[in-house]
């Protein structure tokens, strides 16, 4: 079975190509305003490669919304148009640590991370968005945004997380910046 995994959740856009659990492509480009150019750019480097798609496999954040938009309702139309299921999966799930209890954290943007709690490669709390001091003052290692590197979703991880936790609706933890005018204060 060949699986196509995207990932817009952070500030990279990343793309991945799978026949069962081998890798046939991974690529990925560093911009936060680029993933709606960069990501047909890198799916139409995978489809080179093999064409034959019988699953789509996208992380479904937490992440920025406009992030989040372009690389979900990519995977959800390219999936249609091809007649094949998609699955979501949550992003943080795929940042590989090696660790047995810790805390992944991304950037939320605002002074905020997007983060959650593992043990054994499981999550067991989150995801949730929190200032970074807050994070700090928990009791696990931390790992990515504010912590260490960067870390970002490994591609072959979203797939296994996709297959063992789909996740059917995005994950924003946080309100809209638009409102109503009627809500305005």
Same mark, same amino acid.
């Given at each position: 079975?060949?699986?196509?995994?995207?990932?817009?959740?952070?500030? +990279?856009?990343?793309?991945?190509?799978?026949?069962?659990?081998?890798? @046939?492509?991974?690529?990925?480009?560093?911009?936060?305003?680029?993933?709606?150019?960069?990501?047909?750019?890198?799916?139409?480097?995978?489809?080179?490669?093999?064409?034959?798609?019988?699953?789509?496999?996208v992380g479904m954040?937490?992440?920025?919304?406009?992030? @989040? +938009?372009?690389?979900?309702?990519?995977?959800?139309?390219?999936?249609?148009?091809?007649?094949?299921?998609?699955?979501?999966?949550?992003?943080?799930?795929?940042?590989?640590?090696?660790?047995?209890?810790?805390?992944?954290?991304?950037?939320? +943007? %605002?002074? /905020?991370?997007?983060?959650?709690?593992?043990?054994?490669?499981?999550?067991?709390?989150?995801?949730?968005?929190?200032?970074?001091?807050?994070?700090?003052?928990?009791p696990e290692k931390?790992?990515?945004?504010?912590?260490? /590197?960067?870390?970002?979703?490994?591609?072959?991880? @979203?797939?296994?997380?996709? @297959?063992?936790?789909?996740?059917?609706?995005?994950?924003?933890?946080?309100?809209?910046?638009?409102?109503?005018?009627? /809500? %305005?204060?």
């Amino acid at each position: 079975m060949n699986s196509l995994v995207i990932d817009t959740s952070t500030h +990279r856009t990343s793309v991945g190509l799978f026949r069962g659990t081998s890798e @046939l492509f991974t690529g990925f480009h560093d911009g936060a305003t680029a993933h709606a150019e960069a990501l047909p750019k890198l799916v139409k480097e995978a489809l080179a490669i093999s064409n034959e798609i019988d699953q789509v496999i996208v992380g479904m954040g937490p992440g920025p919304f406009t992030g @989040l +938009r372009v690389g979900i309702v990519f995977a959800q139309t390219f999936a249609h148009a091809r007649e094949v299921p998609w699955i979501g999966a949550c992003s943080l799930d795929a940042i590989d640590v090696d660790s047995d209890s810790y805390i992944v954290t991304t950037d939320a +943007r %605002r002074k /905020e991370v997007y983060w959650a709690k593992y043990s054994e490669g499981k999550r067991t709390y989150g995801p949730q968005v929190s200032t970074p001091a807050y994070v700090e003052e928990l009791p696990e290692k931390k790992y990515g945004f504010g912590f260490t /590197e960067n870390l970002y979703p490994s591609m072959s991880k @979203l797939l296994a997380a996709a @297959l063992d936790a789909p996740v059917n609706e995005p994950m924003y933890l946080r309100r809209p910046d638009a409102v109503p005018t009627s /809500e %305005r204060t």
